[in-house]
């Protein structure tokens, strides 16, 4: 298995490793700051340069049994396995993620109902709420910018699986569960704010999020409603 180096330090950008497989166009490492496709958060962009420096374009991650899957486009040449990599992300996007992904905490706290759905973009992400009466878009607006403007902290630390089914309220989400089997389970704590199990990348205090708007609620369901969030610039 890769060994995911995102998961304790999200503003790793860069890093060496080594090749473990090649499957068609998707390299295996031992190690990497590559986030793979899940929770919502699509996966890393970015590019891997080869001992005789020639550079390889990621164009998505994903996961796998055998590990993380950095996926090159069709025909692009691969390394060989053994070999030594740097591997680097496309920083401004995920960094671009990890702000909209905070974010979505901040609106698990001030919409306080149970998550049916979401997913994170470039610049934009989207939560369903089990909630039958309309929300307020302007509110919840400002509400999120006070959150943002007041510069919680955020960190992260582990649980172990028995402990997060002795308080199962710290699950937000309705229709996933976070990973267990590994016998820890990662919790993002927003001081203050929102503590929940969360396996993504996020910046290390609120105010980095920047203002942001939400453009839209939808009506998706008689217990459903869809609040779409923009950055405000």
């Known amino acids: 298995m890769t060994e995911e ?11 060496e490793a080594t090749v473990v497989a090649v499957q068609d166009n998707a390299v295996i490492l031992d190690k990497t700051v590559f986030y793979p496709n899940s929770g919502g ?12 420096g020639e550079k390889i374009e ?16 069709e025909g692009a040449s691969l390394p060989s396995v053994g070999e030594t990599v740097q591997g680097e992300i496309d920083w401004d996007r995920r960094h671009r993620l990890m702000r909209m992904h905070t974010c979505m905490h901040l609106l698990c706290s001030v919409v306080p109902m149970g998550v049916t759905g979401g997913s994170i973009r470039d610049g934009s992400a989207r939560l369903d709420f089990d909630a039958p009466d309309p929300l307020d878009k302007t509110e919840i607006t400002q509400q ?7 510069n919680h902290p955020v960190e992260t630390s582990w649980i172990t699986d028995e402990e997060l089914e002795k308080e ?7 229709s996933v569960q976070p ?12 001081k203050q704010v ?14 980095e999020i920047g203002k942001v708007l939400v453009k839209k609620i939808e009506k998706k369901g008689k217990h459903n409603r869809r609040i779409n969030v923009v950055f405000a610039d």
């Open 5 to 15: 180096l995102f998961r304790d330090d999200s503003y790793l950008k860069n890093c």
């Open 58 to 73: 990621i164009v998505d991650t994903q996961k796998s049994p055998e590990g993380i899957l950095h996926i090159t486009e």
């Open 144 to 150: 999120l910018n006070q959150l943002i403007e007041e």
């Open 168 to 174: 199962p309220e710290l699950v937000r989400t309705m």
């Open 179 to 190: 990973p267990r089997g590994s016998g820890r389970v990662r919790l993002v704590n927003v």
């Open 194 to 207: 929102d503590l929940q199990p969360c396996g993504g990348t996020h910046v290390r205090s609120t105010s």
């Open 41 to 52: 958060q699509p996966g890393d962009i970015g590019v891997l340069t080869m001992a005789s």
